[in-house]
């Protein structure tokens, strides 16, 4: 599986984003998907996930404020985030979880999202 994430960028404090990752190579809807964010020094956690069955699980840290969706017809996963806060500064990757169903685990390459206050 292939996974292509953008739409990151620069944003003001109290300003929106959303993040798409297309996926290729395989059956998108066999997986479950997830954002995750690293910022530096940190170490990667995990921000927002959806199964293949549509259940959703957020961090804490962004419930609320944060949407995560997939469109199994577009092979494409989002992440609509709202109400940005600094501490949101940090590099985002998504990833397609095939594991608990004898797949793979693959990794897109990371989008910055950097909110100034």
């Known amino acids: 599986v292939q996974l292509q994430a953008s739409g990151g960028g620069l944003v003001q404090a109290e300003g929106s984003l959303r993040l798409s990752c297309a996926a290729s190579?395989?059956?998108?809807?066999?997986?479950?998907m997830g954002w995750y964010r690293q910022a530096p020094g940190k170490q990667r956690e995990l921000v927002a996930s959806?199964?293949?069955?549509?259940?959703?699980n957020y961090a804490d840290s962004v419930k609320g404020r944060f949407t995560i969706s997939r469109d199994n017809a577009k092979n494409t996963v989002y992440l609509q985030m709202n109400s940005l806060k600094p501490e949101d500064t940090a590099v985002y990757y998504c990833?397609?979880?095939?594991?608990?169903?004898?797949?793979?685990?693959?990794w897109g390459q990371g989008t910055q999202v950097t909110v100034s206050s």
């Open positions: 190579g395989a059956h998108f809807a066999s997986y479950d």
């Open positions: 990833n397609a979880n095939g594991l608990p169903y004898g797949l793979g685990d693959f």
């Open positions: 959806i199964s293949r069955s549509i259940m959703t």
